[in-house]
């Protein structure tokens, strides 16, 4: 602290002070000023199990709950790589295709013989390389991010096509090596198969990512950059190392997805993940994190996530009951994004009235 | 014993066309609060600009604790423990006033090193005590108020240890309680020996906080006085002079019959029961300072912003005026105080900036009829004496001067009648404002009425037929041309 | 004051946009002259008359695309739109008591009306970013495709809607007459129009064109409404091309679209671009793909091209732009 005199002593907060801080203080912070999506997101997901559990047999099972979470780690890990790309106020819809080019490597690398570690570091230089494309391309070249990632998004589904075609082994893309699928199928305890490992991934990947966002530098940088890039500059941050960097995070979460699918499947095709950046984007939308950067955590990001999971499997469970076409899924899905980006556009604009002065 | 923070020897800066400053001379001392007045263009902001490192000087000196020193970025004058907190102010609106003040730099815990956000927050609270304000540091800086922003913004120079401080009309949007609490605060960095360059045009501020006093005219600098041993009439007249008399034609119209009436224009906590009418002929002038709500009046007026309350007569009749469409249709044309973002599309044409108001108008069908546009703009190029190497030219690479009479020219091709003139000769070169005051008494002699929202008084005095005041969202006076003076307006307007 | 209305955007600054079409048709000239050297086939009537129709069916999108972006705006959701009305068309034509064909075509139609129209209103009512807008849209919409035909392929083998798709008039293929009166149509709109420079004007500055009395909503909203109209007549063509209506149309032919306007010299940031510069760019990816196609390339090989092709185009316009700054 820069020296200050006696005023110091008179004003410090002393540690009793801070504890004041009520719990009516800190509901009226999340409710009123609206700054976390996660009530609402809850009391909606409460509100879906409850219309599912209803509705049809057998969602309330714990076979079911299974089923539900071996879907969405794939869509969770690709969700924390978009919201450091929508914090920093960027966005990149080539994750889908990042991850279906990854899933063919390693198809590809295992029919080549390389040893399961060694696939894993191939995928994660996947992605590494397709985010610093893109992260070069847009802070260096200049190119807004939309366009940018649509054109690597053609780009790696392309490649992926074109690897999966000329080896014609690998027409199905299975895969053997154990060591490799127990990536995704470790269980805890191995015997009783409780818990699956993939669960564990999304746990630990959150909880860091969530304290990395909240308590380093690295973190708080990116909200700043996504907040106010000029005032940002000023303050001394690299904005284009920081944008950079959330691009290559997005493209390496993208790859890691891509290992887990597969060694779900064992299967490694080349139209892994096809449409997946509508569902992460949703989610990572819906979860409160603005399009406009600077805002948003990953709380709400993991609860949209078992939303989307939980409406994805109760559709599935709605058609057997009901006779609703499952296909009524990608409608409802992009019906959610709207959603999602109204409730956003909504909150801006109560912010903008808000701050309306005299001139 | 030299106490000089700043000195900024014989600065010069030309932009093309333009000299902007021309060997400017200004000192800072340690402890000092020193006003810099001038009307506008006369050359403060871009000084300033120089001073923050956002402009390069052209000639001159800027030497910081006797060491002369250069800027090549904003980065560079920080590093020299200056801050500019500018009116639009430069938050982090999504973090906590905490983030702000100490962003880029936050707090860490040992070891570890993440962010100690107890220190952070026990920090910010130190600061923002140095300045004797208490705020709660955890809240989200967009839902402060501008004068908690502006707080936030202080407390981060403060910590930058910003040994000059720089305030862009700071006073602007505030209110009585927050700018005796401003020049709490200020005088509270007075003693901490920083030294604060303050901006404004509100003479009775100036006299209360400023120890001297600088005036800039016309890029020049005309004289530098202690506060105390000037006085009103003195500051005024450096900051006018006297030649400008002679831009003014001689407002010589006879009126006719009124035109539009405003009655009871109301926005809840902006602007209270405004009313006033305009008749033929007539320049009616609405003077006041930054935020009186002179801007709202006006934005409400045309259809731009919602009203709660209020009505419109146009000659006599009612009208409903929600829309800028709606207000054209009522033959009212409105002048943008900022002609690059409402007024003109840079990347288009002269010629199709001319008939954006009127597409509808230009031929009977659906496709427009080429030769009737360009006839129409070729004539009011000659009419409002627009410099354009052709009608094809982009607007983007005229002079200002030349675009805003190209958004003049736009009204006038609307053929509108009621004209609200917002700055209409801001930022722009002698010769055009001369042409624009022509083309205003041309306009009056054809019975057109004109309202004109300006800051500058030589301009109100000369081209007004009636002024009226507008000070924290009311009227506060109205004047003939006769009973004008500045004092009386600048009174009116900073009750 | 002479101008050569047909070569360029309404109220433009002629140099520099003249001379980069005039590049891309030069472009043009000798991309076809190699492939017509490099592949005997290339040549052919067949050839030549399929390659057109494929890119007057991604054509006639990438026309009102041209619009939609010259005002500043985007819709990705072409493709969908495509395949939902290529779906609904063959779904009612296999009905048990199926309507007249007229009325199924005009039900297409009005398919891809309503798409546009939820387009328009919604991103001007709620201001939204029309991107992540339309992205939602095209989910929508390709997902009632599956859920109108369970995901399967309907046939459609049906006189009239295959003479959109395939039929020819003076041996000119239909839809190409088609693509060249959307075309021509487009053109004239946007260069001698007073709504299109209305367009023009609200991709320059919007807030400025408010100020100016301009109804921006309405343009807004009608352009978006032409281009769901639009894509559902390419559906038509492509359904009857294929004579089949399928969810999977489509799928990914808005980069396709986007690319063409880009290389045509339309900026995303609006305000600036040409109906004939996407007519350029449309021609020459339809050339490049089918000249590789002839070559030997297959179409995984093309996907990969189509990527890059789009991110160098737009870093060139990029780096120029800058340069003269």
């Known amino acids: 602290m820069k020296g200050v005199g006696n005023i110091m002593t008179d004003n410090a907060v002393s540690m009793e002070e801070e504890q004041k801080r009520t719990i009516k203080d800190r509901v009226t912070e999340v409710f009123v000023y609206g700054k976390s999506m996660a009530p609402a997101l809850i009391i909606l997901l409460i509100l879906l199990i409850a219309f599912f559990g209803i509705m049809t047999p057998n969602f309330l099972t714990y076979t079911n709950f299974k089923a539900i979470i071996s879907n969405f780690p794939i869509i969770a890990i690709m969700s924390v790589g978009m919201t450091f790309v929508l914090l920093i106020g960027g966005l990149d819809i080539s994750v889908g295709s990042i991850l279906g080019f990854t899933a063919v490597n390693v198809a590809l690398f295992h029919h080549i013989g390389f040893p399961a570690w060694a696939i894993v570091l191939v995928c994660l230089a996947i992605g590494t390389a397709f985010g610093s494309f893109n992260g070069v391309i847009i802070t260096k070249v200049g190119i807004n991010p939309v366009i940018t990632t649509l054109g690597t998004m053609a780009l790696a589904r392309g490649m992926a096509s074109w690897f999966a075609l000329d080896i014609e082994s690998l027409k199905l893309g299975r895969i053997f090596d154990q060591k490799f699928l127990l990536i995704a199928r470790l269980y805890l305890p191995q015997d009783k198969q409780i818990i699956p490992i993939t669960l564990i991934y999304v746990i630990v990947l959150y909880t860091i990512m969530s304290l990395v966002l909240k308590y380093t530098d690295y973190g708080r940088k990116v909200y700043a950059v996504g907040s106010n890039e000029y005032a940002a500059r000023l303050a001394g941050i690299n904005i284009n190392r920081i944008k950079f960097s959330s691009y290559v995070m997005s493209g390496i979460m993208a790859s890691i997805a891509g290992m887990i699918l597969v060694a779900q499947l064992s299967l490694g095709r080349d139209d892994a993940g096809l449409g997946s950046e509508l569902e992460v984007i949703t989610a990572v939308v819906l979860g409160g994190v603005s399009l406009a950067g600077g805002k948003g955590n990953l709380l709400g990001v993991i609860i949209s996530v078992i939303i989307l999971g939980v409406i994805r499997n109760g559709m599935v469970h709605l058609k057997e009951a009901i006779g609703i076409s499952y296909y009524w899924r990608e409608v409802v899905k992009g019906a959610i994004l709207i959603l999602a980006i109204s409730i956003d556009a909504a909150r801006l604009m109560a912010v903008k009235k808000r701050q309306v002065v005299r001139q | 014993m030299d106490n000089r923070l700043l000195e900024m020897v014989d600065i010069t800066k030309r932009f093309p066309g333009v000299l902007a400053l021309e060997r400017v001379n200004f000192d800072l001392k340690k402890g000092e609060v020193h006003g810099l007045l001038g009307e506008n263009g006369a050359g403060k902001s871009t000084l300033i600009k120089i001073l923050a490192g956002d402009y390069s000087k052209d000639e001159g000196e800027i030497i910081i604790n006797g060491e002369n020193v250069e800027f090549y970025s904003p980065s560079d004058s920080q590093s020299r423990g200056i801050s500019v907190i500018y009116q639009e102010l430069n938050t982090l609106d999504t973090l906590s006033v905490a983030e702000n003040i100490f962003v880029g730099n936050l707090p860490k815990k040992k070891g570890l090193r993440t962010v100690d956000w107890k220190t952070l927050n026990r920090n910010a609270k130190t600061v923002l005590g140095r300045m004797l304000v208490d705020i709660n540091p955890r809240r989200i800086v967009g839902d402060l108020t501008v004068h908690e922003k502006q707080i936030v913004e202080i407390a981060k120079a403060i910590y930058k240890d910003a040994k000059i401080l720089v305030m862009d009309e700071p006073t602007a949007a505030l209110g009585e309680k927050d700018t005796v609490s401003l020049f709490n605060i200020i005088r509270s960095l007075k003693l901490q020996d920083v030294g604060v360059i303050y901006i404004s045009h509100r003479l009775k501020e100036v006299f209360e906080i400023t120890d001297r006093v600088t005036v800039l005219r016309d890029g020049r600098l005309i004289g530098t006085e202690v506060t105390a041993e000037t006085s009103r009439g003195r500051l005024i007249t450096m900051m006018v002079g006297r030649e400008l008399k002679d831009m003014y034609p001689k407002r010589d119209v006879p009126f006719g019959k009124t035109l539009i009436e405003v009655h009871n224009l109301t926005i809840r906590g902006i602007i209270e029961d405004i009313n006033f009418d305009v008749r033929e002929g007539e320049i009616v002038g609405l003077f006041g300072l930054l935020g009186s709500g002179r801007q709202n009046i006006v934005r409400a007026l045309y259809g731009i912003d919602e009203k709660d309350n209020g009505t419109i007569k146009i000659k006599g009749s009612p009208v409903f005026i929600d829309t800028p469409a709606q207000a054209l249709l009522h033959n009212i044309g409105f002048m943008p105080i900022d002609r690059k973002l409402e007024g003109l599309a840079l990347t288009m044409s002269v010629f199709s900036n001319i008939t954006m108001a009127h597409i509808d108008e230009l031929g009977s069908g659906y496709f427009i009829d080429k030769n009737l546009e360009m006839e129409q703009s070729q004539k009011w190029v000659n009419d409002v004496n627009i410099k354009t190497p052709s009608l094809e030219t982009d607007v983007n690479s005229l002079s200002g001067g030349n675009q805003q009479k190209i958004v003049l020219a736009k009204l006038l091709e609307t053929g509108s009648n009621i004209f609200i003139m917002n700055e209409p000769t801001r930022g722009i070169d002698v010769g055009a404002k001369v042409d624009i005051y022509q083309m205003m008494e041309n306009l009056c002699e054809k019975g057109a009425g004109i309202i004109m929202i300006s800051s500058e008084l030589p301009e109100v005095l000369a081209m007004s037929d009636r002024i009226i005041t507008i000070s924290q969202g009311k009227i506060t006076g109205e004047f003939t041309r006769k009973e004008a003076t500045q004092e009386k307006l600048l009174q009116a307007a900073t009750v | ?325």
């Open chain 3, 1 to 325: 004051m002479a101008k050569n209305i047909t070569a360029e955007s309404n109220g433009e600054r002629q140099k520099t946009r003249l001379s980069s079409t005039t590049i891309l048709f030069m472009f043009l000239v000798v991309m076809v002259a190699s492939f017509a050297v490099l592949s005997k086939d290339f040549y052919s009537v067949y050839n030549l008359s399929s390659m057109l129709t494929n890119i007057s069916f991604s054509g006639i999108v990438a026309g009102t695309l041209t619009l939609v972006m010259i005002m500043g705006g985007l819709d990705i959701s072409i493709g969908g739109n495509i395949a939902l009305t290529s779906c609904l068309v063959a779904y009612l034509y296999n009905l048990e008591n199926p309507p007249h064909i007229a009325l199924i075509i005009l039900i297409g139609l009005l398919l891809g009306t309503a798409i546009g129209a939820f387009n328009g209103f919604i991103i001007t009512r709620l201001d939204l970013n029309p991107i992540i807008t339309t992205l939602g849209t095209m989910a929508m919409t390709r997902g009632m495709g599956y859920v109108l035909t369970q995901s399967r392929s309907i046939l459609i083998l049906e006189n009239v809607v295959g003479f959109i798709g395939r039929g020819s008039i003076a041996k000119i293929p239909f839809p190409l007459i088609l693509f060249g009166v959307i075309y021509t149509i487009l053109a004239v709109v946007m260069a001698r129009s007073k709504f299109g420079r209305k367009i023009y004007c609200i991709g320059s500055n919007q807030e400025a064109a408010r100020l100016s009395g301009i109804n921006v909503r309405r343009v807004k909203f009608i352009t978006y409404l032409v281009s769901g109209i639009a894509a559902s007549l390419s559906g038509l063509i492509l359904t009857g091309q294929t004579a089949v209506g399928m969810p999977q149309h489509a799928n990914g032919s808005e980069l396709d679209v986007i690319t063409a306007v880009l290389m045509g010299g339309t900026s995303l940031a609006g305000g600036k671009g040409s109906v004939l510069g996407t007519l350029a760019g449309v021609l020459i990816l339809g050339v490049l793909y089918n000249g590789f196609t002839m070559i030997g390339f297959r179409y995984v090989h093309i996907r990969v091209f189509q990527g890059a092709i789009l991110i160098l185009v737009v870093s060139l316009y990029e780096v120029r732009d800058r340069k003269r700054f």
